[in-house]
């Protein structure tokens, strides 16, 4: 089972870009991954799928401004031109393996 | 419109037993693989039990395995958790989640949420 690591916590400015980081444990670094958010008080909404070769596609009506890339072990979600909407959890995911969150603020 | 819609939740004593459902729309649910997830309040997300297309692999979290059954039944697009023998620690938002394959094969992930049904085991 693949363990995945996130940063409990990022923050960012509105209208600027921030770019997020999932570690897959050694072992799993070819792993597929996706990307959920999970805004405060609602379900979590999947994002996008991300590959090990940095190609990803996004869910139904994701807005662009998300975008995904890998590197090695590394699993990222950059968002950009951030909006307050985007103020939420962000979970990576594989396989019924869920990173802890991290919890992003936009300023 | 494709969704996931969850219901059967409630407040419940601990020991008791409680079933919830999943009605799945938009999609051709036997196709697909599903699973149950639950958020405890203020926690991430936790796997709680998956069932392949033809219910021929169910798999549980340690947590749950021998409390919890899961099932689903293609002909009502639907999905089920039969929870007995309730605890303080299973009271969370129980999410439905459909993946994005047929069974357990590799490179698969959770790619729609239901909005979540109120689990509460208090006495």
């Known amino acids: 089972q693949p363990v995945l690591t996130q940063s409990s916590s990022a923050s960012a400015s509105l209208g600027s870009s921030v770019k997020l980081t999932c570690t897959l444990s050694s072992g799993h670094s070819t792993y597929i991954i996706a990307w959920h958010q999970q805004q405060p008080g609602k379900a979590p909404r999947y994002l996008m799928k991300l590959e090990g070769s940095g190609s990803y596609n996004r869910g139904s009506g994701v807005p662009d401004r998300f975008s995904g890339s890998s590197s090695g072990a590394d699993r990222y979600l950059t968002i950009s031109n951030l909006q307050s909407e985007d103020e939420a959890d962000y979970y990576c995911e594989t396989q019924r393996v869920f990173g802890g969150g991290t919890k992003l603020t936009v300023l | ?123």
């Open chain 2, 1 to 123: 419109e494709v969704q996931l819609v969850e219901s059967g939740g409630g407040l419940v004593q601990p020991g008791r037993s409680l079933r919830l459902s999943c009605a799945a729309s938009g999609f051709t649910f036997d196709d697909y693989a599903m699973h149950w997830v639950r958020q405890a309040p203020g926690k991430g997300l936790e796997w709680v039990s998956g069932i392949s297309w033809n219910s021929g692999s169910i798999g549980y979290a340690d947590s749950v395995k021998g409390r919890f059954t899961i099932s689903r039944d293609n002909a009502k697009n639907s999905l089920y958790l039969q929870m007995n023998s309730l605890r303080v620690e299973d009271m969370a938002l129980y999410y439905c989640a459909k993946a994005s394959a047929a069974a357990d094969n590799t490179g698969w992930y959770f790619d729609l949420w239901g909005r979540g049904t109120l689990v509460t085991v208090s006495s």
